[in-house]
């Protein structure tokens, strides 16, 4: 297929500017069943996240004497993308939980559940470009719905090279046909970013294109940062407000 042109009149093909994100909405404590659960839309991205725990570890031999084991489950459904995805895990999402994992566990105070696990699903309902920040974006805040301390908040962002302009969260055009794709996530703590907590590469940057990348991330970052604050509030202040729901078992 051939390329096609993705920047028209100084604006993308959805209409953005280059240091703008997409539409972003965010729920927290949307899943009964789990102890921490979110909905995250990141323009056409939909994501559920679900965390269980910090509970009993099985198989018992992984469990860790001083500290939670944490385990991160990235998947894609089959139907949320345009040439039907096979199910179940393949390498690509392997990765993707792995790093991911690796993104939160720093995050997650560990030493104060031993021998607990705690479990982090993360399942992408519609993908379009970002699914791994999208979802990471989406477990903090499930995580933190779920009560497990936590040193800050983890919030993630791409950000692309689209016909020699840094812009940021790139859409799946951007993805498909851009010379670089960046996510990145940061650990953000009293609404500072500390530090950097994921960060990979496809394609080629300067120095200098990398240096404006990382200072559009860091600015996208903090709005959505907000976004997830935002709708952790809401469900806390929504369970003051709300009388206990009675059990309705069948
Ligand atoms: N994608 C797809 N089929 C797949 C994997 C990915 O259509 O099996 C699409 C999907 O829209 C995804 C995008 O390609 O969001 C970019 O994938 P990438 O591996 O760069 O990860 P992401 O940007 O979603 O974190």
Known sequence: MQKPKLIVDGKRLDGRGFEELRPIKIEAGVLKRADGSCYLEMGKNKIIAAVYGPREVHPRHLQDPSKAVIRYRYNMAPFSVEERKKPGPDRRSVEISKVSREALEPVIMKELFPRSGIDVFVEVL?????????????????????????????????????????????????????????????????????????????????????????????????????????????????????????????
């Open 126 to 250: 519609q993908a379009d470009a970002g699914t791994r920040t999208a979802c990471l974006n989406a477990a903090s805040v499930a995580l933190i719905d779920a009560g497990v301390a936590m040193r800050g908040m983890v919030t993630s962002v791409a950000v692309a090279k689209v016909e020699g302009n840094i812009v940021l969260d790139p859409m799946k055009e951007e993805d498909n046909y851009g010379d670089a794709d960046v996510p990145i996530a940061f650990l953000i703590r009293n609404d500072r970013i500390e530090s950097i907590a994921l960060l990979q590469m496809d394609g080629r940057l300067t120095l200098e294109e990398m240096k404006k990348a990382m200072e559009l991330a860091k600015k996208g970052a903090m709005q959505i940062y907000r976004l997830q604050r935002e709708a952790i509030m809401k469900k806390y202040m929504k369970e003051e407000t709300e009388e206990p729901e009675e059990e309705n078992e069948q």
